[in-house]
């Protein structure tokens, strides 16, 4: 990214335990060039992880301070808070970050992005850290549900973990990301697993850790990410093809990876190992049990609502998007009347297949008869509005995706884009129109002189 173009690290950041804390990017950007090294001046790797780097550069002098202005140890901050301290550097180019390489989660097209680049930072700025979801602090205080692994003897099924500081995770943070995670007593305290079940004993967390299912590990290495990455580190991509919203996690680099610790032990029988799914049971139906399903939930849900002649069309491609990016389970399209070729176009209801099967992937819950039905009832809806000239549930759908933009990108920072998009159309409008605007006053300055004679 050219200098020139490059976002400037805010001067001041809220930070999600409430404290205000100040960055100098000139101070920032000098302690950088050192730790990372200068373009061409030699690898970037190290034999300690990114983010040890990263409170590097924190560290560094000048680099951060308090809210009036008192030096501030970075080591001293909850992980939490230097983790969005380390996405603001990223997203400022401070520190670098290599696109990463994506595919689409809707239509499979590949695309390479640094995520931090687009990570929304006017809540951290302006001090809008009050969503009740995205800023709902993480519970310290409960057991979070786990797939089962053994410790010891018993199975347990419950991980509670405990608030860090960055000195306390540090030898977690150190780890270069090269090779195996090796877990022993030290990173699990790093980690803040305070209990793992019943057990309290590192050196026995650290044992069934290192023997713990895919699916349990994947499961902790998710809570250690929403314990210590608040919900607003995501940045939001658009996929130019599809249109389609996909979320990627910032910072890219992170302490902890959700792959399998080891390769999978042949033979392996312990009762608290995942099993594989019975197929048969819980399979996705194929396209044509799918459509045979939808076309009997809308003959139902036609006649039940009083409508006829709307098609029915189950699609089986790229699915649709909404304004916001979500793929949609099922869209409507009202009817057109008769063209200069006398054709006329009914309406429509399009149910998209893939988003079914996505949806049931990710969500073990997901009841397929039942969504069906409840998305040929929403499209039938729209239908009947349109027939009535008005549509509330699209103008509440379109309100759902701007509250949506706004809860991210931040009241401030959402009122400054529009005054910058205002201004940007009155310089557009003066640029196409000054000729007519000189033509005008030339006319205007002629006839005044033609009076005045």
């Keep these: ?74 080591l001293g901050l909850p992980l939490a808070d230097a983790h969005v301290l380390r996405a603001v550097l990223a997203s400022a180019g401070v520190v670098p970050e290599e696109p990463g390489a994506y595919t689409c989660e809707n239509c499979g097209a590949p695309f390479e992005v640094a995520p931090s680049s687009l990570l ?57 990301g090269e090779g195996a995670l090796r877990i022993t007593p030290s990173l699990v305290v790093a980690m803040g697993i305070a209990a793992l079940g019943r057990e309290r004993r590192a050196s026995a967390i650290a044992d069934a850790l290192a023997r713990a299912p895919d699916e349990a590990w994947a499961a902790i290495v998710d809570l250690y990410h929403e314990a210590r990455y608040p919900a607003r580190l995501v940045a939001v991509h ?28 042949a033979g392996a029988d312990d009762p608290a190992a995942p099993r594989a799914p019975a197929r048969a049971a819980g399979a996705f139906p194929d396209l044509d049990v799918f459509e045979a399903r939808v076309r009997a939930a809308a003959e139902r849900i036609y006649g039940a609502r009083g409508v006829r002649n709307i098609d029915l069309f189950i699609d089986a491609g790229v699915p ?17 009347p008769a063209d200069e070729l006398g054709i006329a176009r009914p309406p429509e209801i399009r149910i998209f297949y893939r988003t079914f ?56 920072e959402a009122a400054r884009r529009a005054r910058r998009g205002a201004l940007s159309d009155l310089a557009g409008f003066v640029r196409a129109t000054w000729p007519a605007w000189l ?13 005045g004679r």
């Design 238 to 265: 658009r996929c130019q093809g599809c249109g389609a919203r996909n979320d990627l996690d910032v910072p890219l680099d992170r302490e902890l990876a959700r792959a399998p610790l080891r390769a999978p032990e």
């Design 320 to 336: 649709a998007c909404d304004d916001g990016g979500e793929p949609l389970l099922g869209c409507y399209t009202p009817g057109t």
């Design 120 to 176: 929304e930072i006017g809540p951290f700025t302006d001090g809008e850290l009050d969503d009740p979801e995205l800023d709902r602090p993480f519970d310290f205080d409960v057991l979070h549900p786990i797939p089962a692994l053994r410790v010891g003897r018993a199975v347990c099924r419950g991980v509670r973990f405990a608030e860090r500081t960055v000195e306390e995770a540090m030898p977690l943070l150190r780890c270069s």
């Design 357 to 412: 099967r996505s949806e049931a992937r990710d969500d073990p819950g997901f009841d397929v008869d039942a969504e069906i039905a409840e998305t040929i009832d929403h499209e039938v809806t729209h239908h009947l509005h349109h027939l009535a000239g008005s549509d509330p549930l699209d103008d509440e759908e379109h309100a759902e995706i701007e509250r949506e933009q706004l809860r991210r990108v931040g009241h401030a």
């Design 1 to 74: 990214m050219p200098r020139s173009a490059q976002r400037l690290l805010p001067a001041q950041v809220h930070l999600p335990s409430g404290a205000v804390v100040r960055l100098s990017d000139a101070a920032a950007r000098a302690q950088a060039a050192t730790v990372f090294r200068a373009p061409g001046g030699g690898d970037e790797r190290s034999a300690i992880g990114r983010c040890a780097r990263d409170v590097q550069v924190l560290a560094g002098p000048s680099v951060l301070a308090s809210a009036r202005g008192a030096p501030l140890d970075p």
């Design 439 to 451: 033509i005008a006053a030339v006319g205007t300055a002629l006839a005044w002189c033609e009076g």
